[in-house]
């Protein structure tokens, strides 16, 4: 009973992970021969499950903690005009037999572009006959604007390759 965890089927594992990581290519043909027998394994999937896919396991832990450090990162790199967008990114860890799902982002209508940029496009009313809105201190009355476009601002995307490449080691 030295150094055993609490669940025998998380102990097996480690040792067929163990034997597994240790094994090396052969030198003839470039494959990989594997050889062992799992005759005296017993995985309890139901201990599995709870293991891997709810709050009660390590990896819920881990792959929150992942999900937080997105959304950090993804606040450090928005752009910021009024600040709306950056406190609207947002992450749900979800979880069910099927496995964990992070969800991250914002509910605002503009944050797509935002992410993925825009081309060059034109501005029109939708109602009145002018468009009038302020530039700097002076209001400008047109009938159309011919907006240049914008380039993509991948606050998501970023944070989520830097977190999420790295595989999670739960012990």
Known sequence: MYGLPDSIAGYYAKRAFRGLRSLRRSSG????????????????????????????????????????????????????????????????????????????GSNKNYAYVHHEGSRPHTITPNTAPILVFRSGTRIVKTPKVDHPGTRPNRYLTVPMRKHLIRPITVR
């Open 29 to 104: 043909g470039g494959g990989l021969t594997v050889a062992f027998s799992t005759t005296n394994i017993k995985l309890d999937s139901i201990q599995i499950k709870i293991m891997l896919n709810t709050p009660a396991g390590g990896l819920w832990h881990k792959l929150h903690r992942r999900g937080e450090a997105i959304v950090r990162d993804a606040k450090r790199q928005v752009g910021v005009q009024t600040g709306a967008l950056r406190k609207s990114i947002r992450m749900t860890h979800t979880g069910n037999v099927t496995g964990q799902y992070l969800t991250v």
